[in-house]
């Protein structure tokens, strides 16, 4: 049963129909109702994710762009539409601003707005990061899997190193990492720890030459060794300036997003991260505590992996038993 | 009453005493009381706390060290414990590397200790960022408060931007954001969501002249105006390599330990402090479930500030509350 809720809400069931139509208002509507936590609002949009669950698979590729303020993200993203438009593809980006509520912020929406004025097959929304500066909202997940089923492309772009890779990588079927020139430092980050989270690398700014080739060098010395037939990330050299490397790049996303499917891993990954997004959001609700109620994260994920159940649905029936746990009202009810 | 524990295990009140005679064992040990999740680690550890708590204030200063991969801000602890060294104080440094569990890391601590392999006057640990990549474990809190026992100055140092500046200033009396010269989308980025957050920027390389000139200026043409007798914000020009502004920057942060002293702010910030971290760790184990069934988290910082009760103590308090409002046996005993 679906919640009292304003008059002037839209279905959700036709909701879904026009996202899939590509209908920017109904794009943008699905958006905000994943942006709401009031229950009636997670009813319906519960509704909205099964409804596009239940759609044959499109083809499209959710991409991770990360990296470091500075390092040409947006002026990449900017490039890397230019080339799938031309290409025919239709292009969804969620950009993660680390906007304060004052300023506002959405400084890649706003260049690419500028550039693209009339262009109705590409969509960019940006996305506060909501106090978890840096990092990704919980909400980004279902954001994507929307976007997912009305563009070709769907592209998340974030601020920041470290956490943000990590983010991002448990929601995209392929992860970029954006490196700048001569931060010899950051290879140096880079080595330390999340090396084996991106897919593929990116040296920006190209132009500067010998400084590119050399920071790309070292991150091809970075780059773990992969046994045969496992995905070996890459270096790409590109200029968002120049457009050199840009399409090579297009093709390296298209190569991976292509191995994936091969393998039947598209889907697995898929899943998981659907999974990883259930535990994400209990945790945020309940701590640590709600999940060991629940038998421990590591249980939850592989009963999750089991089942084919929508996220949003799933994740409001795990939230009413551990409200049931505790004795809560609202965990009673059904 | 203690609970059972290795016999092995230190008095943690012995402990206090020791660490506040900068013994580097009892130091060491003292951190890894607070790594340790485990009860009966928790509750020797508050012990350890209220002892050191209740000793008489020391005039010790806790200073962030925050920014980007790449921007020098090891060179510059390196710097700064060398003028703080000159002046005859003693220096704890707590780093948080962004290290996989594989690789370990800890750059900054072996750097500082291939320069100074015989000064006992200077302590350095280095904290695995834990599944926080580029954010600050909840431990870092306490773990600071056991070097102020012991150090004049405590670092703490975390890779980062975005979360990792909110975080450290809610552990640090004095918050330093590091910037590179010629990073113009960094200072977009400071723009636009945390520039009131640090209470001092240095740009560093600064030996690179021009650039980093422009980037002092675009720096302090961003930070946002105060009214009279409210901490301003500056920008220092540092090059750890020349040495160059390193003293200034020392003074700079004596000037703002100063400013809180005079307006009584200190001991407010470090109780405010004590508060979000209690939050914090309640979150972290209940999620927001568990804070609205304590009536709120504003509610309860209230609650925490009108009050002297220390940290670890409370935390445990409010985290048996929480559990007796969920009819668990752990807490109902006391």
């Known amino acids: 049963m679906i919640p009292e809720a304003p008059a ?65 993200k947006s002026s990449l993203s900017s490039a890397l539409i230019g080339v ?10 969620l950009a993660v601003d680390p906007s304060s509520p004052r300023t506002g912020g959405a400084l890649l929406g706003d260049r690419i707005r500028m550039l693209r004025p009339d262009d109705d097959a590409v969509f960019i929304r940006s996305l506060a990061s909501r106090g978890e500066l840096g990092g990704l909202s919980p909400e980004a997940g279902p954001m ?35 490196v700048q020139p001569a931060s010899g430092d950051a290879v140096q980050f880079l080595k330390s720890g999340i090396m084996e ?22 991150l091809k010395g970075a780059i773990p060794r992969k046994p045969e037939g496992e995905w070996a990330a890459n270096v790409t050299l590109v200029s968002a300036t120049t457009g050199t490397g840009v399409a090579e790049l297009a093709r390296g996303f298209d190569a991976h997003r292509a191995w994936l499917d091969a ?9 998981r991260h659907q999974a990883r997004w259930i535990l994400k959001r209990l945790r945020e609700e309940f701590g640590v505590h709600g999940i060991e109620r629940l038998g ?8 999750l992996l089991r089942e084919r159940v929508p996220p949003l649905t799933r994740h409001e029936e795990l939230r009413k038993r ?13």
């Open 84 to 93: 799938w438009r031309e290409a025919g593809r239709t292009v969804g980006v």
């Open 296 to 303: 421990g994260g590591d249980g939850l994920i592989k009963e």
């Open 197 to 218: 989270v991106p897919d593929l690398f990116v040296v920006s700014k190209a132009d500067l030459g010998v400084l590119a080739e050399r920071t790309a060098r070292e």
């Open 8 to 72: 002037y809400w839209p279905d959700p069931a036709a909701l879904a129909d026009a996202v899939a139509l590509r209908d920017r208002g109904a794009i943008a509507a699905a958006l905000n109702l994943l942006d709401d936590r009031r229950q009636e609002a997670r009813v319906r949009a519960s509704v909205l994710m099964n409804r596009l669950a239940a759609r044959p698979s499109s083809g499209a590729h959710v991409i991770g762009i990360t990296g470091p303020p500075g390092s040409g």
């Open 322 to 334: 551990i409200l049931s746990l505790y004795g809560s009202p609202e965990g009673e009810r059904t």
């Open 263 to 271: 393998g039947g891993q598209l889907g697995d990954r898929r899943r």
């Open 144 to 178: 994507s899997l929307v976007m997912l089923a009305a563009f070709d492309v769907v592209v998340v772009e974030t601020v920041g190193i470290g956490q943000s890779e990590v983010d991002v990588a448990e929601l995209a079927d392929t992860t970029c990492c954006v």
